[in-house]
């Protein structure tokens, strides 16, 4: 019995792996949802007050979380990551209890919460927070020295969460308004942080106290704190919205690197102004800021560890030579400000919407100052990176994403709908919209997909199902027998009908608009059919109608 039960087991956890199922947790559930404990309550502003001790690696300090009771509950949800703790919390200066699920805290409430009403509770909590192993892409706190020494200090926690560090409501559906970040560190150590430097305060211990505050909405993972022995310098962009603060950070060691690297900036902005609108966040100013990995969109203090190089750590990922032009960590990361930060994810299964449209932001940069060509090549050159292993959409509810292809595939599949749209401008005017109509909001799938195809007056809604949802390229198949051309789309989800370009003989580009059905056109020769190589499909010519 005993046997064959750990037969059984073995055989189910084979086949959980073949199939590459998760099997999600309770804990999963807690930080993926919106559970009964979270949306009760409107998130209004943080302010996040942490000592951060780098001689032993801990931290300590309080959150203010003020809120607005949509409907009354007594049972409010908090998240701080093990081995995070939370030693007290307080509303109106009063105790509260509460218990610890994981990942999660419920606090029980004693004051009535009433409806409309504005409250606020104070999370007081320390602990030696995860260290990330692979920043950014594991997250937590990157614990690292320069070359004299001193601490070099910074934090990324994309996907894995803000409460991997701080107590808050850990899911990305709910913002704050507004918010609040001070950051006591050892002398002559600087925090910076997101928003601006409203003043410093100089501590009796020898720390000293850095102050900043953000105007605007806030996603927890754009939220860091980032520790070293930087050199500051400033400049501004006169943008479309005005004049822009921009202030740049870099470690001693690496100042003149990085006063040559940091001057593409202005020309990153000025291009993004152009294709997606003003900069969204005029009245936190933009920040780069050096780090001791990659790099991160933080909004409005976009974080950098590219190496001073142009390209991703020096290589082309494109393998087209335009990925050499610039320099991946500032053009792909300060992209975010309008797709992340500006336009957020409301559950991370949705996360196209940070990754397609950056990965996309990447070739019209490079369209804005190569031209158009070099930027369709740029894109066509990553489709070699897409893998085709797993729907782009993930899991909801569950704080999982789906394949990395929402990089490189999802570029493309932009590049593709472009493509359909066929009016440069029209394109455009769609993207700035978007930052407009979705201006400092959370969103979903749902939302974007709409939008696009509404406004190109186009319903893409097949196109969305078979790049996002469905891991299968569309096959344009064709055959040519007495001057008479068919063709058809295989490979392709129920309804697929998007319309595509094609050179005819004369020349012209065309369009042509197959179904799933074969339908026929008359050609004068049997030439093979030239399809618009913007578009992400394969075209295969058959031997005759199968
Ligand atoms: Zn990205």
């Not at 950051?183 to 009796?204: A, C, F, H, Y």
């Not at 750590?313 to 050499?324: E, F, I, K, N, V």
């Not at 401008?425 to 939302?447: A, C, D, P, S």
């Not at 003989?505 to 030439?527: A, D, F, R």
């Amino acid at each position: 019995m005993k046997v064959l039960y750990t037969f059984a087991l073995v055989f189910l956890l084979q086949l959980a792996a073949s199939a590459q199922t998760y099997i999600f947790t309770h804990d999963d559930t807690l930080r993926g949802s919106i559970t009964k404990e979270r949306a009760w309550w409107d998130l209004q502003f943080y302010h996040l007050n942490v000592r951060v001790q780098p001689q032993d690696s801990t931290l300590n300090g309080s959150v203010t979380v003020r809120y607005k009771v949509l409907q009354p509950y007594q049972t409010l949800q908090i998240d701080l990551q093990r081995p995070m703790n939370i030693s007290r919390v307080t509303q109106d200066g009063q105790t509260l209890s509460f218990r610890r699920d994981g990942n999660a805290f419920f606090i029980d409430l004693v004051k009535k919460q009433e409806a409309q009403k504005q409250e606020s509770l104070v999370i007081e909590y320390n602990g030696r927070p995860h260290v990330a192993k692979r920043a950014p892409w594991d997250g937590g706190f990157s614990w690292k020295k320069d070359k004299d020494g001193l601490p070099f200090v910074a934090t990324s926690c994309q996907g894995l969460g803000a409460s991997v560090w701080w107590p808050c409501k850990d899911h990305m559906y709910d913002e704050p308004d507004s918010m609040r970040i001070s950051v006591t560190v050892p002398k002559p150590l600087m925090d910076i942080s997101n928003g601006r430097l409203r003043s410093i305060t100089e501590n009796l211990d020898g720390t000293r106290t850095f102050d900043w505050y953000v105007q605007n909405p806030i996603n927890n993972y754009g939220v860091n704190v980032n520790i070293g022995n930087y050199v500051a310098w400033t400049d501004t962009l006169n943008g479309e919205k005005g004049t822009l603060d921009l202030s740049f950070y870099a470690l001693a060691e690496n100042l003149d690197k990085a006063k040559t690297q940091f001057q593409q900036t202005k020309p990153m902005l000025r291009a993004f102004e152009h294709w997606f609108g003003p900069y969204p966040f005029y009245e936190d100013s933009y920040k780069l800021v050096e780090v001791p990995y990659l790099g991160m969109e933080h909004q409005s203090s976009v974080t950098y560890g590219n190496g001073y190089k142009n390209g991703y750590l020096g290589r082309d990922l494109s393998a087209t030579g335009w990925g050499l032009k610039w320099d991946f960590i500032i053009i792909h990361e300060s992209g975010h400000e309008w797709y992340a930060n500006n336009i957020t994810y409301k559950d991370q299964a949705d996360m196209w919407i940070h990754e397609s449209f950056t990965n996309y932001s990447e070739n019209l940069y490079t369209e804005y100052y190569y031209g158009k060509e070099a930027g369709s090549d740029y894109v066509i050159g990553c489709r070699k990176l897409i893998r085709n292993d797993k729907p782009i959409i993930g899991t909801y509810n569950v704080n999982r994403s789906g394949s990395g292809d929402m990089y490189y595939k999802g570029g493309n599949m932009l590049h593709t709908i472009r493509q359909i749209i066929n009016n440069d401008e029209k394109w455009r005017g769609i993207l700035r919209g978007m930052n407009k109509t979705f201006y400092h909001q959370t969103v979903t799938t749902q939302q974007i997909e709409d939008y696009i195809s509404n406004e190109a007056g186009i319903n893409l809604s097949k196109v969305f199902d078979q790049y996002l949802r469905d891991i299968r390229i569309p096959v344009l198949e064709y055959h040519i027998e007495k001057k008479k051309l068919s063709y058809r789309w295989n490979n392709v989800v129920e309804g697929f009908d998007m319309p595509i370009k094609y050179k005819a003989e004369n020349g012209e580009w065309k369009t042509l608009k197959p179904t799933t059905q074969w339908k026929s056109i008359k050609v004068k020769k049997s030439s093979a059919l030239d399809v618009d190589r913007g578009f992400y499909i394969e075209v295969k010519k058959l031997a005759s109608a199968s």
